[in-house]
């Protein structure tokens, strides 16, 4: 986990998380902020943001191996990567987290010939009781399995972590606070969940059939786990049923789905609204602290029809700048039912389309 520090009022900071075997980080500016697992986080300046000396990462002690390490956890069984990760950070940390884009995933061969893989997301603290209703009730992690954490300069966590990939990922984590890439927002494409079949050409945008309505219960976690704060849907039955539940445990309403150029111009518009570029605090950071000290959530999920997904991936090639090294291709141009396809956009500067910093794909299956 990671944070930026700064003499401020109690901080609020933001995580850093993995699945399978999670790590963490917090994103607190200088005040206070962490990836991973994260209590609360502030801002500062994005001069701040590119000294090392203005972060800390928060790291956990495991008594039985006798070293320091990013908080980590296995996925039980049946359950989805992003569940995991963030119940899993919350075990290990007793903070809940949204996630944000993702990291380096390390793999490594355990002794018994098996190769292991451990996912990571940038993350910030998840403050809306609402919303954390959506996610199961968590139990701490014993002190047998982790009896002490830390908040540490990455100079510090460098000589505490005690194996190299650990460190490799403290050096992701500070490259992408220099670049600026860890204040995105996630927008989220929905393909609605298995319906009921059709009996002809003109039965369409049927209701969930009972696989559907199960799928639609795994997206409310997934929905939930990226800190969803805004819901927009076709007119179409099944689409608004996919988005009910969690739209039902998080108090939120679902908007009507109407042109997708001026939805993502309104989307992004807010996403950029706290920027203040005369405001030499805030400067180029890409967002600014409000009077909490806690970057607002502008993560939201829109289900589409299926058959306007063409339409959406050219609006959104329209609308979104491509990073040094990405190809055209992207965004995903296919979905299949219950599948959700997570854009993970930077925060835009005045006058600037946001960046695509990546693109993940997650299916809900029955």
């Known amino acids: 986990m990671w944070r930026w520090a700064v003499p401020v009022p109690k901080p609020q900071p933001r995580p850093l998380i993995t699945p399978k075997s999670l790590a963490q980080g917090k994103i607190a500016p200088k005040l206070v902020a962490t990836p991973g697992t994260d209590p609360g986080w502030a801002e500062e300046s994005a001069a701040e943001a590119d000294n ?41 940390t007793g903070v809940a987290v949204n996630l944000h884009a993702p990291m380096l995933t390390q793999r490594y061969r355990l002794g018994i010939g098996i190769t292991k893989e451990v996912y990571y997301w940038v993350g910030t603290v998840a403050e809306d009781d609402a919303k954390l209703a959506a996610r199961p009730v968590v139990q701490q992690a014993p002190a047998a399995e982790i009896d002490k954490t830390a908040w540490v300069s990455p100079a510090k966590a460098r000589r505490m972590l005690t194996r190299r990939g650990d460190r490799r990922l403290l050096d992701d984590l500070l490259a992408k606070a220099q670049a600026q890439l860890l204040a995105t927002f996630p927008l989220i494409l929905v393909a609605p969940a298995e319906t009921i079949p059709a009996r002809n050409d003109h039965d369409l945008g049927l209701s969930l059939s009972r696989g559907g309505v199960t799928q639609s219960l795994e997206i409310l976690k997934l929905l939930s786990a990226y800190g969803v704060s805004s819901l927009w849907s076709a007119p179409c039955p099944s689409a608004q049923q996919t988005l009910r539940p969690f739209a039902d445990v998080a108090g939120l309403q679902i908007r009507p789905l109407d042109d997708p150029r001026r939805l993502l111009h309104e989307l992004i518009v807010q996403a950029g609204e706290t920027i203040s570029p005369s405001s030499p605090q805030t400067r180029n950071l890409g967002y600014n602290p409000n009077p909490a000290g806690a970057m607002p959530s502008h993560a939201a999920a829109i289900c589409i029809a299926p058959q306007t997904l063409s339409e959406w991936v050219k609006v959104l090639q329209n609308s979104v700048a491509l990073l040094p090294g990405q190809a055209t291709e992207v965004i995903a141009t296919s979905m299949e039912s219950g599948e959700a396809m997570v854009l993970h956009l930077r925060r835009p500067q005045q006058g600037e389309l946001p960046g695509l910093v990546a693109m993940e794909r997650h299916r809900v299956t029955i």
């Open 52 to 92: 090392p000396e203005g972060i800390e990462v928060l790291l956990v002690h495991r008594p039985q191996y006798h070293d320091w390490s990013w908080p980590k956890g296995k996925l039980e069984l049946g359950e989805h990567l992003i569940s995991a990760a963030v119940r899993e950070v919350e075990e290990e």
